[in-house]
């Protein structure tokens, strides 16, 4: 019963993510954002080969966050998405 109200609540953060415009956010919280979320949709499967053909800089920091919350489990990773984007979302209210 946990588990579905987690990625109930996630899926919901995920909802209102999506209306967020993502350049009125700081770099540093787009990368943390990213990882929090591949992460929990993804789990530690980091880098595929086919990624590293097409490795850029861009990909460098958004691999290096994800690398940084691979110790989180997925449960972890979705609990601090959903804080951070309700975070995010009430300040803009």
Same mark, same amino acid.
């Given at each position: 019963?946990?588990?579905?109200?987690?990625?109930?609540?996630?899926?919901?953060?995920?909802?209102?993510?999506?209306?967020? /415009?993502?350049?009125? %956010?700081?770099? @540093?919280?787009?990368?943390?954002?990213?990882?929090?979320?591949?992460?929990?949709? $993804?789990?530690?499967?980091?880098?595929? /080969?086919?990624?590293? %053909?097409?490795? @850029?800089?861009?990909?460098?920091?958004?691999?290096?966050?994800?690398?940084?919350? $691979?110790?989180?489990?997925?449960?972890?990773?979705?609990?601090?998405?959903?804080?951070?984007?309700?975070?995010?979302?009430?300040?803009?209210?």
């Amino acid at each position: 019963m946990a588990e579905k109200d987690l990625d109930t609540r996630f899926q919901e953060a995920v909802e209102i993510a999506e209306t967020i /415009p993502q350049a009125s %956010l700081p770099q @540093d919280v787009q990368l943390r954002l990213y990882a929090y979320y591949k992460h929990a949709t $993804s789990g530690n499967n980091i880098v595929s /080969p086919n990624q590293m %053909l097409n490795f @850029d800089l861009r990909n460098a920091f958004k691999t290096n966050a994800w690398m940084q919350i $691979s110790h989180l489990t997925i449960e972890e990773a979705k609990e601090l998405y959903i804080k951070n984007i309700l975070e995010i979302h009430n300040s803009r209210k």
